[in-house]
T-cell receptor, first 113, second 112 residues
Framework: EAGVAQSPRYKIIEKRQSVAFWCNPI?????LYWYQQILGQGPKLLIQ????????DSQLPKDRFSAERLKGVDSTLKIQPAKLEDSAVYLC???????????FGPGTRLLVL | AQSVTQPDIHITVSEGASLELRCNYS??????LFWYVQSPGQGLQLLLK??????LVQGIKGFEAEFKRSQSSFNLRKPSVHWSDAAEYFC??????????FGPGTSLSVIP
């Protein structure tokens, strides 16, 4: 079974530029999560989708971050414009349902200069 | 508000020694609890999970964790640490609507 795929793996941009990350969850997984992990910290939930609907985006900085999950499968996370403090690893995870294991992708490491 | 604390930022143990990583949570209802491990450059991997029933749960790689409701704790243990266990360990709690909150992590170093 294929795991959670993310691309790109690494991205370097300058502040005020825009960037987009892509996630392909495990087939059949209804719930998809985007986390931000700053160096030395635990993952922080940015947004959670159930199929193509948003369940929780309370910690998503909506003035600069946006996310969508078209057709309840793939998802994209966008930052526009990027700030220095957005430098982090962006993790995508998916799970089949409540109490099921969350499977994480390898992450996208973003550096904003 | 729901939260997870891991009091130890960094722990160093000798290979072969026992290990206990602490985790405390704040959640009003019965929690679902998890421990994940993250090796350098690797993704997060689930070690074990607790939903209900026996409060001592077994996981992969020889790890176990004990849920203590009275102490709001879910500590991770391993009787004999291997050098390959050096990694970052995260405790997490699942709240309503499948929302999973992670603790800040404990970094484990193993001395040969």
């Amino acid at each position: 079974e294929a795991g959670v795929a993310q691309s790109p793996r690494y991205k370097i941009i300058e502040k005020r530029q825009s960037v987009a990350f892509w996630c392909n969850p495990i087939s059949g997984h209804a719930t998809l999560y985007w986390y931000q992990q700053i160096l030395g910290q635990g993952p922080k939930l940015l947004i959670q989708f159930q199929n193509n609907g948003v369940v929780d985006d309370s910690q998503l900085p909506k003035d600069r971050f946006s996310a969508e999950r078209l057709k309840g499968v793939d998802s994209t996370l966008k930052i526009q414009p990027a700030k220095l403090e957005d430098s982090a690893v962006y993790l995508c995870a998916s799970r089949a349902g409540l109490k099921e294991t969350q499977y994480f992708g390898p992450g996208t490491r973003l550096l904003v200069l | 508000a729901q939260s997870v604390t891991q009091p130890d930022i960094h722990i160093t143990v000798s290979e072969g020694a026992s290990l206990e990583l602490r985790c405390n949570y704040s959640y009003g209802a019965t929690p679902y609890l998890f421990w994940y491990v993250q090796s350098p450059g690797q993704g997060l991997q689930l070690l074990l999970k607790y939903f209900s029933g026996d409060t001592l749960v077994q996981g992969i790689k020889g790890f176990e964790a004990e849920f203590k409701r009275s102490q709001s704790s879910f500590n991770l243990r391993k009787p004999s640490v291997h050098w390959s266990d050096a990694a970052e360990y995260f405790c997490a709690v699942e709240t309503s609507y499948d929302k999973v909150i992670f603790g800040p992590g404990t970094s484990l170093s193993v001395i040969p």
